[in-house]
């Protein structure tokens, strides 16, 4: 079923991104771009989240084949 389907990995990311916030929760400190550093890091990870997903999208031969109209296999 994910066989050949490598490119789907990038939609972990998001997920990383959002799992590794989670042990800086209760800080303030450091400020960036006048936000905590908490929102800064789920405003950057909610930027970062539809390259991920287009990426994944991109490389994927079963998007490619329904975007094309063709057979992917």
Known sequence: MFAG????WWLLGPVVLYLL???LYNRVEP???GLPF???WTLLSTLLTPLCIW???RG???WKADRD???AG
């Open 21 to 23: 916030a989670l042990p």
């Open 31 to 33: 400020v960036v771009l």
């Open 60 to 62: 994927d031969p079963l």
């Open 55 to 57: 990426l994944a999208a």
């Open 69 to 71: 109209g063709g057979d």
């Open 38 to 40: 908490f929102m800064f």
């Open 5 to 8: 389907r490598r490119s789907l």
